[in-house]
């Protein structure tokens, strides 16, 4: 199968050719042409298929009719709308539209929070053919009266089960009573929950569902292991693995406060590490990528949710700091490593209170993940109960312990808690305030 064959625009065949593509991946031979025969689509594939192509290509074509080089706003209506969770994967698609469809005289912007509104205004008064956006901003725009929905006649939600789950439903709702009833509508989603089935029914008009195989199927060139270890020991595993794996790795945390305290932890041992959640301003997030995907920040701690729509090639480490609540996300982590026949490792520390959640990556995988210890010293054991009596602050979710003083550096596995001069010296308080990123809740 070629892309000629799919029907595609010859100024779109050139911009695939531009980009070196030479077929159509699976979901792309799929999509595209139900598409362009205008039909709803309900998609189930996730990152790394080619999904964002798969609609890209056939709304650009469906849009080719409109494109014009004339000044006037007016000749520019917002015709396409595509909803996507993070600003990441906005660019990401953002991106892609003017990739594809550099050889057609369409406009389009990319729409996301945490930067400056103005600029935004203004080109959306320009006029603009494609819109690409999350839903928080893009309901901002619309309360001030900045776009108009109000000719859209293609809409796509990408990762539409990340966007309800990070609570968008609502903004969603709200954005819909803008829009023409008359559309096409394209909804990707890399999970079929429930919530998402329903979502489906109420906005696509009898959808044709395509489904590509899934990427649970992880690369078997990723090496899986588990370190079972007590919560309160899980940041003094991270440091001994990352000290004995010296090359670049991500981290996944699964709270913003668990991503900011951990790379601050990374720091003060002497590991180059930024942290990268929703919180972090647009311009910092920008940073900390470039440096990480051109090698010059060798740690990166990441939420699911900042580190969807990353693409960094041949990533040789993923640790899971903690295992997240649903198995699927598991794979899409690891799946940023062993990319492309390279060889991956993929490393979770599980506590306790995760085995559920072990259990349930295991099952989707297919098989048990393997395990490895990182046994503590005895004595730590022995000193534990003892420490904890005199403790005045309890522990975070995470095992992170508040009251405990901050070891600038990591010994063995797991080092000794027992005070080194050093720390006493530098007090708990200054230490605990570091790592919350303030004196408040140190005091
Ligand atoms: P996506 O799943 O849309 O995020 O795409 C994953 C990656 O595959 C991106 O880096 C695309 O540039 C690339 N890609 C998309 N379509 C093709 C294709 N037909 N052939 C080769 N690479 C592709």
Redesign the pocket.
């Known amino acids: 199968m070629t892309f000629s064959e799919l029907g595609l625009l010859p100024e779109l065949l050139s911009a695939v050719n531009d ?1 070196g ?5 699976p979901i ?1 031979a799929q999509a595209i042409p139900r598409i362009l025969a205008g039909k709803d689509l309900l998609g189930a594939a996730q ?7 798969g609609f890209t290509l056939p709304l650009l074509q469906r849009l080719a009719p409109h494109a014009n080089t004339s000044a006037s706003p007016a000749r520019h209506p917002v015709r396409a709308l595509v909803l996507a969770p993070t600003r990441e994967l906005v660019l ?1 698609v953002y991106e892609s539209v003017r990739q594809y469809g550099k050889y057609l005289p369409l406009r389009a912007a990319a729409i996301y929070g945490g930067v400056d509104i103005k600029p935004q205004i203004e080109e959306l008064r320009r006029g603009v053919e494609i819109v690409v956006a999350t839903p928080g901003r893009l309901l901002d725009h619309l309360e001030q009266k900045t776009i108009q929905l109000n000719q859209v006649e293609f809409l796509v939600f990408d990762e539409a089960d990340r966007m309800l789950d990070m609570g968008f439903m609502p903004d969603i709702r709200r954005i819909m009573e803008r829009l023409p009833r008359e559309r096409q509508t394209v909804l990707f989603s890399a999970t079929f929950s429930p919530e998402i089935k329903k979502l489906a029914q109420q906005l696509l008009h009898e959808p044709e569902t395509i489904e590509v195989a899934r990427r649970n199927t992880v690369s078997e060139t990723i090496t899986h292991r588990v370190v079972r270890c007590e919560a309160a020991h899980k940041r003094d595993a991270l440091v001994e693995l990352l000290q004995r794996h010296p090359g670049q790795a991500l981290v996944f945390v699964d709270t913003k406060i668990a991503c900011g305290r951990l790379a601050s932890l990374l720091q003060r041992r002497g590991i180059q590490a930024e942290a990268i959640h929703g919180d972090k301003s647009q311009q910092q997030r920008f940073e900390v990528l470039d440096a990480f995907k051109n090698g010059t920040l060798r740690v990166l701690v990441a939420t699911d949710v900042a580190a969807r729509g990353l ?1 960094i090639e041949e990533l040789p480490f993923v640790i899971n700091y903690a295992l997240p609540p649903n198995p699927e996300d598991y794979v899409h982590r690891v799946g940023r490593t062993g990319r492309a026949g390279h060889e991956g490792l993929a490393i979770s520390l599980v506590d306790a209170s995760e085995e559920e959640r072990l259990q349930a990556i295991e099952k989707l995988l297919g098989r048990p993940i393997p395990a490895e210890t990182l046994e503590p010293p005895p004595r730590e054991r022995r000193a534990e109960p003892a420490r904890r009596r005199t403790e005045r602050s309890g522990r975070a979710p995470d095992g992170f312990d508040f009251s405990r003083p901050y070891e600038p550096k990591a010994g063995a596995v797991l080092a000794t808690t027992k005070q080194q001069p050093e720390a006493r010296r530098a007090g708990s308080k200054k230490a605990v305030a570091v790592l919350l990123g303030g004196s408040g809740r140190a005091q």
């Open positions: 980009l593509y030479t077929e159509p991946t792309q990152t790394g298929t080619g999904k964002t192509a990401q693409d």
